[in-house]
């Protein structure tokens, strides 16, 4: 069992960063991947970036390449994400999960999330 909980969300303007925060605890947090995935009322989960259980690996979806980047700290159990860069349409909660295998997207523990509201 793992539980998380994301921090660090907020609002910016159109340009800026913000780092947001995964903290696991629970047991075997470094077997994981772990994933962040944004939501917008009204519309399906979007994934945005996964880092592999060692954090050798990372994947991003197209709309965020360049602009953010996932790390993971297996020492104090955490994973990040930060976004740089920020627009409008990046506007949404972000949720943080953790799962047992890097090339299926499959993820067993969620987060409740986080806003980030991106001004123009």
Known sequence: QVQLVESGGGLVQAGGSLRLSC???GRNFSRY???WFRQVPGTERE????INSNGATTDYADS?????????D???N???????????EDTAVYYCAAGPLYYTPQY???GRGTQVTVSS
């Open 64 to 72: 965020v390449k360049g602009r953010f980047t996932i790390s993971r």
């Open 108 to 110: 067993d523990y969620w």
């Open 74 to 76: 297996n020492a104090k």
């Open 47 to 50: 994934f945005v970036a996964r």
């Open 23 to 25: 903290a696991a605890s």
């Open 33 to 35: 991947t772990m994933g």
């Open 78 to 88: 955490t994973v990040d994400l930060q976004m740089n860069s920020l627009k409008p």
